[in-house]
């Protein structure tokens, strides 16, 4: 696995470190026709340059002047009013939202548009005073406490129920307002809660999923150390380690769960606000706390905030956390938080080096973001974050990166007719769901087999030569892909496994690596090895699986190279499955000789189960071959080392984003005519693209045929 420790390091920051993790009914007035008639929007651009603005912090008379440096540096949006609830209900029932609609005014003044973030992340000490049984219960049975953030009960009836009081009351005073395009519902989903009014609703919830304990005390195979339940009261909230059936119930509960809390919020702001005002919340890339796709189903568009902390940015893992929240609803996303330099609660704050922040933010654009937003444009302060990345200093004055952000905005408003309306089209989609990655995580059985690090080897292998991949859940329509790579698919429920089947059977390319297949609807072990329902149409199925301490050789199609951590022993069941690879001889001896790659063509179609751990060239061989097979015909041989391309399209004509990420100087030779989208004069093409270190260019031709293929 390349670099699998590393990424596992950057992941860990990412991810277990994610920014809100280290923490830190009275009738509505309707807005006043008069200060929402005072001047017309302006007509909205493609991309979006955002800051996230605290106005509660400071003293309006400071508000223009920040306002006027962020129209300078040509930012377009501000979101706001997320963490505001003491100043939006100062006390119960008493609203005060005149200063955010002053905001909201003096934003419009400077062609600045509002997202409203609605202030559930963070509760007054009046509300978890007066209810302290709003209060969050950690798995060690003690409550939160105010004093920070994040510290309510998603699940308690009381806490969604002022939640949602405060939402309605913004969404009847600002669902009209020309100048706030959009809402952000909380902040960063993270905690549940883990007490015994949440046990209840777990278990009320398992009731209405299995219906009947029998049901239940089967399908979980409770007979196994005399688990069995007579009475629903008995079933506990288990993380791990514990009954497989009861852990993937109780991250589906958890999920459900955020769903309905999202839904309480979004219900009232959906029925007081114009549909031209988008709902989303901000996820959070890679964090798996919950399901982010059955989360996002439910607003009109995807968001997360893209944080790299320590180092520089990793454009290929980086990119699937793009390509991962763009696949929730398939369309272009938005990044409601990045990083201006650095952030303040990693391990080591170091900056983004010159220049990366704007190639950081080309490469959101390019993987189908149609917004970037700085966290935050000042520091308050106090508080808890005094020492993360801003755009002014202390002193209200622009800092260091102010100019590089201020260029982003400039290339935004140059570029942006050129990419509106576009969006990434691919033929190659990686499979992700989270059912898998959870199954796996509780069982890694060797505890180097990263669910995560496993699937992005495969994204950044396909990438690499496609330069466009999609990640989806295997629930989707798939009709639309040449070529369906699923790393790691451990748990495929059967209306899944029907999906897949049908997409090989019409003609398209499936490619299961490791333990895809193995798992049921409730995490239990498929009675067909794997890859389970597939298994007949592959013509083979794993004979047995090794967690290895030593290192394999694999051989064939595909060159010749080690397999470390996994190992699949396949067998083929039907003539027509060939053999692509093989395990060479080892002490262990049981995989001498055996398959370790197997394939079969399906009519035009084809499947392909790669049981071997395949890294280095024999990883970028395999790619190569399954494109090929598959007939995805990128325009682009290998790219130089550095370099990474983006292309988005729509009917008529495409844009490609190249950007080099390298030390080395690189030129690319480009397949036909280009216009300079940000440097060209009068119609002028190109055929090569010079690129220093984080240079950024963006080029434009006409699509050639319809529907966007060149
Ligand atoms: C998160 C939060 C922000 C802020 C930043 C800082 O993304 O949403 O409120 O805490 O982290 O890293």
Do not use: C
């Not at 997360?304 to 956390?321: C, E, H, I, K």
């Not at 149609?370 to 622009?398: C, F, I, K, M």
């Amino acid at each position: 696995m390349i670099a699998r420790r590393q990424l596992a390091i950057a992941l860990a920051a990412t991810l277990l470190l994610a920014p809100s993790l280290r923490s830190h009914a009275a009738t509505a007035p309707t807005a006043p026709a008069a200060a929402q008639a005072d001047a017309a929007p302006a007509a909205p651009p493609a991309l979006y340059l955002g800051a996230a603005w605290y106005p509660e912090q400071w003293p309006e008379s400071r508000w223009d002047t920040d306002l006027a440096l962020m129209q300078q540096a040509h930012i377009r949006f501000v979101r706001v009013g997320e963490f505001a609830w003491s100043r939006l209900e100062p006390s119960e029932g008493h609203y005060d939202l005149d200063w955010l609609d002053r905001a909201i005014r003096a934003a419009q003044r400077h062609n600045i548009a509002v997202v409203i973030g609605t202030p559930s992340a963070a509760p007054p000490a009046w509300l978890t005073t007066e209810y302290p049984e709003t209060l969050r219960i950690e798995e060690d049975g003690k409550r939160a406490q105010h004093g920070n953030r994040q510290q309510f009960d998603w699940s308690s009836p009381k806490y969604r129920e002022l939640a949602r009081a405060m939402a309605e009351q913004e969404a009847r005073r600002f669902g009209h307002d020309p100048n706030v395009i959009g809402w952000q519902i909380d902040n960063e989903y993270a905690n549940a809660s883990y007490g015994p009014s949440t046990q209840a609703q777990f278990q009320n919830w398992l009731k209405a999923r299995y219906g009947t304990l029998d049901n239940l005390n089967a399908r979980w195979t409770t007979a196994y150390w005399s688990q069995t339940y007579n009475d629903w009261s008995q079933i506990p909230i288990e993380t791990k380690p514990g009954n497989p059936g009861l852990l993937i119930s109780w991250m589906r509960f958890v999920s459900d769960t955020w769903r309905s809390y999202q839904k309480n919020q979004l219900d009232v702001i959906r029925a007081n606000a114009d549909p031209r005002q988008f709902i989303t919340t901000n996820m959070m890339g890679f964090f798996n706390g919950y399901n982010n796709d059955l989360v996002a189903q439910d607003l009109t568009m995807a968001s997360w905030d893209d944080y790299v902390g320590t180092g520089q940015l990793n454009p290929v893992s980086n990119g699937a956390a793009h390509d991962l929240t763009r696949g929730f609803l398939r369309k272009n996303f938005w990044v409601m938080e990045t990083q201006p330099g650095s952030v303040n609660w990693s391990p080591d704050n170091n900056p983004l080096n010159k220049g990366e922040v704007r190639a950081m933010a080309w490469h959101d654009i390019g993987h189908g973001a149609d917004a970037v937003e700085y966290w935050q444009w000042r520091s308050a302060l106090n508080g808890q974050e005094e020492y993360h990345g801003t755009l002014l200093g202390a002193d209200g004055n622009p800092n260091p990166l102010y100019p590089e952000v201020a260029h982003i905005g400039a290339d935004f408003a140059k570029a942006g007719p050129a990419l509106a309306g576009t969006s990434v089209q691919s033929d190659v989609a990686i499979l992700h769901n989270y059912d898998s990655y959870w199954a796996i995580d509780w069982q890694r059985h060797n505890k180097a087999f990263d669910p995560l690090a496993t699937m992005i080897d495969w994204y950044g292998a396909v990438r690499a030569l496609a330069h466009s991949v999609d990640i989806v859940s295997p629930s989707v329509p798939l009709s639309q892909y040449k070529l369906v790579v699923a790393p790691a698919l451990n748990m495929i429920t059967e209306a899944q496994a029907r999906n897949l089947i049908d997409y090989v059977q019409n003609g398209g390319h499936l490619v299961l690596t490791q333990r895809s297949g193995m798992k049921n609807i409730d995490n239990g072990l498929y009675t067909q090895l794997q890859p389970g329902p597939l298994a007949d149409l592959l013509g083979g199925h794993v004979a047995q699986f090794y967690a290895l301490d030593t290192t394999i050789p694999v051989s064939g199609t595909w060159g010749t190279g080690p397999t470390k951590v996994w190992a699949d022993m396949l067998t083929t069941t039907s003539p027509d499955t060939k053999v692509l690879m093989r395990y060479g001889k080892t002490p262990l001896g049981w995989l001498d000789d055996q398959p370790a790659a197997i394939t079969r063509q399906v009519g035009k179609g084809r499947i392909t189960y790669i049981g071997a751990d395949l890294e280095g060239a024999p990883l970028a061989a395999a790619a190569k071959w399954m494109i090929a097979d598959a007939g995805v015909q990128p325009e682009f041989g290998t790219l130089p080392p550095g370099v990474d391309l983006y292309i988005r399209k729509d009917a008529t004509h495409e844009v490609w984003i190249l950007i080099n990420f390298g030390a080395a100087p690189q030129t690319v030779a480009l397949p036909t005519a280009f216009t300079n989208v940000l440097t060209g004069t009068g119609g002028a093409t190109v055929h090569t693209a010079a690129l220093k270190q984080y240079d950024v260019v963006i080029l434009q031709r006409p699509t050639s045929t319809p529907g966007g293929k060149p």
